[in-house]
């Protein structure tokens, strides 16, 4: 009863009763994880596939199908359809959840379409229509927001979501509060600034342990890159000394052809000054017979 005051001043408080969360068509990125598991608990979470148009059918169930078994991985909890006894109801909560996550595509466009004016995109080899089920899940989503669950949404919000941050609130109060630090039922007799000093020391701590996790990394990359630079250097000294045995090699045989072509260019200059003497000798003894020749007569 003395909460209740607490709880009527926030009447004309606006809250925000739902995340749509937009996903790229690409991969569920980490950051997305990480957005979802920090809003989880503190709005209804409906995840969507934005621009599903550029997706195939096939590819569109297998990313939803991919999308909800890391939702499920990591324990968030998206907005959870209420059952009720209504058969026909039940079946709608269950075509929606079939569906999660939602693929909508968007457009500003008016098309004609077999003389309908419609809200799609047009394309060379046809038109992806907003409002048609068989292209989208717009429709789901509109009727969902605005026809069947906004009420649940707000009631989900005010009884569930506010609820529990009124539930952390107040048991952050340590006079007469549960300590976080202390095993669950156990009363915490800190004040304000000893747990605000000690929520320090731990972030402190943890800032340290980060550090150091980030140093290791670093050291490791430092490392991985030192050794690549080493297996670089020894293939590149690998590399030169085959270029240099190639290159002694090639040195080796032309020394070897040019020792072969100066001994049979000294010997070929040998036959040639042996002609040349045979040939003076051959002239002399002429000459001498001519002289001999003169001298008789």
């Not at 039940?90 to 939602?102: E, G, Q």
């Not at 669950?184 to 304000?192: H, I, M, N, V, Y």
């Not at 996790?213 to 991985?224: A, C, G, S, T, Y």
């Amino acid at each position: 009863s003395s909460e209740w005051p607490l709880r009527t001043r926030r009447t004309g408080e606006n809250c925000s009763a739902l995340n749509v969360l937009w996903l790229s068509v690409c991969s569920l990125k980490p950051l997305d994880i990480e957005f979802m598991k920090r809003l989880h608990e503190k709005v209804n979470v409906i995840p969507l596939i934005a621009k599903a148009d550029t997706l195939t059918p096939e590819e569109c169930q297998q990313f939803k199908k991919q999308i909800m078994r890391e939702i499920q991985e990591h324990k968030i909890k998206i907005y959870e359809f209420p059952e009720t006894d209504d058969e026909e109801e039940n079946r709608l909560v269950k075509k929606i959840k079939d569906k999660l996550p939602l693929a909508v595509v968007g457009s500003n466009t008016i098309i004609e379409v077999n003389s309908k004016r419609v809200r799609g995109r047009q394309y060379p080899w046809g038109v992806a229509e907003v409002e048609n089920s068989d292209h989208c899940d717009f429709t789901i989503l509109r009727d969902m927001l605005i026809r069947t669950h906004m009420q649940d949404l707000k009631d989900v919000t005010n009884n569930v979501h506010y609820e529990n941050y009124r539930s952390r609130k107040l048991a952050a109060v340590t006079y007469n509060g549960l300590d976080n630090n202390k095993a669950k039922g156990q009363l915490s007799t800190k004040s304000p600034l000893a747990q605000m000093e000690e929520e320090r020391r731990e972030h402190v701590t943890k800032m340290k342990k980060m550090e150091m996790e980030m140093e290791q990394v670093f050291e490791m990359k430092v490392k991985e890159k030192v050794q690549k630079l080493k297996d670089s250097e020894a293939e590149l000294q690998r590399r030169h000394e085959q270029m240099k045995k190639n290159l002694e090699a090639q040195h080796k045989e032309l020394e070897e052809k040019r020792r072969v072509f100066e001994e049979e260019r000294a010997n070929w200059e040998a036959l040639q000054r042996q002609e040349q003497l045979k040939q003076e000798a051959s002239k002399y003894e002429q000459f001498k017979s001519s002289l001999q020749s003169l001298d008789s007569g």
